[in-house]
């Protein structure tokens, strides 16, 4: 008879960013601590802790008293600090990007040539130049490793991945459409429906970490262009952050602005679109649009009149939703929707894509 025996399979996690999506993640992983154990055979550890100043190592592993642990006992950060602690140890290593840093994003390779499995929120990595995209994917099938970034679009819903199986399946993707950004989405529901100055809305959404770090990312057009990007590469095109038509809703002089300064001056957005919502008729509203159209190789970002009872007018809270037409779909429309921003739906993202990277890496012996 042949036994199947599984054995566990110890996952040490070196998080960078400890902000909104951060710490919720590590409090979702320590509360699964257990369900990961018994269930799937998977101990999850989170070994390295980073943001942009300081670095905490635990062999061991964090428990919940981290905050207080990581203000008492973290160090200045060095650029190697990870590999060094990590050295000669061969456990699956997998780095978490929770940051929205283009430095870090340039540090993947270094991190994959030092055995990193990356698991990403940032979008950056994904939509810097082809060249550089390109060059990450080699690398990672050179060294073996994974590079999984599912919540690089929609949050927690699955678009990536539906559109690159679509792809990889031999279907041709047509166009994907929608309400790309889930933060934008809960600042236009709210402007279409309520009399309330645009910019107090930005504040309330940047207090509740529904928007990016810098919300001009997003009001710039910048986060929905990435998240295009992002498809746009995965439907197989081979396209430049500079190739998508953006729409930017931060004036000019509101542009090179430190954040303190564009806070306090933000109510310089309100009147062009109190002017774009006057305009509007009585069965519509305006909506924040992303559109892929891949036979043409397009990527458009815009803010635009709809109407009130089409599925994008219908859209409530930070509701994400996207329309992905193929050969298969061309009539009816693969739809997906639901909570498109957020830091708890962000950071359960992040966790199911270290769960793939865990159960890929599983290793199963066969005892004669
Ligand atoms: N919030 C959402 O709904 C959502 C949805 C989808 C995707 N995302 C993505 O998730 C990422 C994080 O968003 P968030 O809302 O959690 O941001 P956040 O609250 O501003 O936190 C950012 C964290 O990153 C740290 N950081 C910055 N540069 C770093 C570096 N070079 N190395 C290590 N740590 C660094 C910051 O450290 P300091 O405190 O020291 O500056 C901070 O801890 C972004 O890429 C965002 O696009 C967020």
């Known amino acids: 008879m042949h036994l199947i025996q599984q054995q566990m399979n110890t996952i040490h996690i070196y998080l960078f960013g400890l902000g909104n999506v951060g710490s919720t993640l590590i409090k979702q992983i320590l509360d699964s601590q257990q369900f990961f154990k018994e269930n799937q ?6 070994v390295g802790l980073a943001n942009s100043k300081k670095v905490l190592t635990d062999k061991d592993g964090i428990s919940k008293d981290w905050k207080e642990v990581f203000a008492e006992q973290s160090v200045t950060r060095n650029a190697d600090h990870f590999y060094r602690f990590s050295s000669g140890d ?3 290593r997998i780095a978490v990007d929770a940051t929205a840093s283009k430095e870090l994003s340039q540090f993947y390779p270094e991190l994959i040539e ?3 499995h990356v698991v990403t929120a940032n979008k950056i990595a994904n939509t810097l130049s082809q060249s550089f995209y390109d060059d990450l994917r080699i690398l ?6 994974s590079f999984e970034y599912e919540t690089n679009v929609g949050a927690g819903l699955p678009i990536v991945e539906t559109v690159r199986n679509l792809h990889k399946s031999g279907e041709q993707l047509f166009a994907v459409n929608g309400v790309f950004s889930g933060s934008l989405g809960y600042m236009f529901n709210r402007f279409s429906q309520e009399e309330v100055p645009f910019s107090e809305i930005v504040l309330d959404a940047l207090k509740n970490g529904f928007t990016e770090p810098d919300p001009r990312e997003d009001l710039s057009g910048n986060d929905v262009a990435r998240k295009l990007l992002v498809l746009a590469r995965e439907s197989g095109l081979k396209l430049e952050f500079n190739d998508i038509a953006i729409e930017n809703l931060v004036m000019p002089e509101l542009r090179p602005a430190s954040l303190n300064q564009f806070i306090d001056q933000i109510e310089k957005l309100d009147h062009s679109l109190e002017e774009k919502k006057s305009q509007l008729q009585p069965d519509e509203v305006l909506r ?3 559109q892929l159209d891949v036979l043409n190789k397009t990527l458009t970002v815009s803010l635009q009149a709809v109407k009130k009872e ?4 219908q859209l409530q809270g930070s509701d994400g939703f996207f329309e992905i037409y193929s050969e298969s779909y061309a009539a009816h429309p693969l739809v997906i929707k ?3 921003a957020g830091k708890a739906v962000t950071a359960r993202g992040l966790l199911s894509d270290i769960i793939k990277i865990s159960k ?3 290793k199963v012996f066969q005892v004669i």
């Open 288 to 290: 924040h649009l992303g």
């Open 310 to 313: 089409s599925p994008a007018g």
């Open 338 to 340: 639901g909570a498109g």
């Open 90 to 92: 061969l456990t699956i």
């Open 140 to 145: 990672l099938q050179e060294k073996e490793l």
């Open 41 to 46: 055979g998977i101990d999850l550890k989170i």
């Open 360 to 362: 890929a890496t599983k």
């Open 114 to 116: 030092h055995g990193f």
